[in-house]
């Protein structure tokens, strides 16, 4: 199949109104209408850039959200008929382009090795950095009750906890650079993705402090109505994994993952419109 270029794709952010296109095109299993509804309505926290074809069809989307100062790159998903043609990796260039074009501090991804991901994720000149992790999905004590995070519409689905831990013997140091106000308790980043609150360090010096680092999540877990809180841990922390086992908890990828960084400064990177692979589309407001 063509290039890119070759095909004429534009790229732009979807907005509301389009999640039906989206839908077409997202496999993750837990990314219903209504998440896709309530992330394109908030255009501060979230973003859905698309390739659109002349014809109208949209052709890929790359999912994102707002991590503290940086953008996390969460998905790309490409139309059966534009397998091959590099709209995929367009996709990508186009949400990091928008992304440094909006003042984000750089984008981040979560690799993980010999994935097509970390793929993509060398194209975007992503480096891979600090420990391997793996991340764990903790349920909620009151899951059961909680209402669907699509009862958050309108309200910020992004923001700055913090945990009455110091991070000294931490089972993960603050990932995000977040700086801390030296009150004797650790900042950490926090987006929902879905229903899961993503956080972005882990202070817990033992697995018997998580009921303190779970109830320091209280006020944004009842701003979003998240189900669960995604916990990294050192891959390496044997004990911790037999724990949380114990505790229902999911780990969510089988080998670990590291976070991989793109921070933006004033070079032209590689498949950038400047270098023309994409048209550019009429730049979209807000972030």
Known sequence: MAATHDLGLVARRLRSGETQAALRLCRFDDVDEGVIDRELANEADYCWMGLYAPDGTLAA???????????LLKGVFVDD?????????GAAFAIRDWARSVGFDG???????????SQLATRLRVRPDGPLIHRYLVPLPSAGAAAHPGAGVGRPA???????????GAALRELLGIEQDGSGGTRLGWILDRSRLVLGGNPCRSIT??????????????????????????????????????IGAKRLSRVPVRLGLLPFGDQVAEGSVQQGLLQRAPKAVGR
């Not at 979560?110 to 991901?117: F, G, L, P, T």
């Not at 303190?212 to 999540?217: E, F, R, S, Y």
């Open 158 to 168: 992004a923001g700055v906890l913090t945990v009455p831990l110091t991070g000294r």
């Open 61 to 71: 989307v790359h999912r994102g959200m707002r991590w503290h100062r940086h953008l």
């Open 107 to 117: 984008i981040l991804v979560w690799v993980e090795r010999d994935k097509r991901e």
């Open 81 to 89: 008929g534009f397998r091959g043609s590099g709209a995929g990796l």
């Open 209 to 246: 402090e998580l009921e303190i680092l779970v109830a320091a999540t209280a006020e944004a877990v009842g701003l979003t109505g998240a189900m669960s809180l995604e916990i990294p841990f050192e891959a390496a922390d044997i004990h911790a994994a037999l724990s949380l086992a114990g």
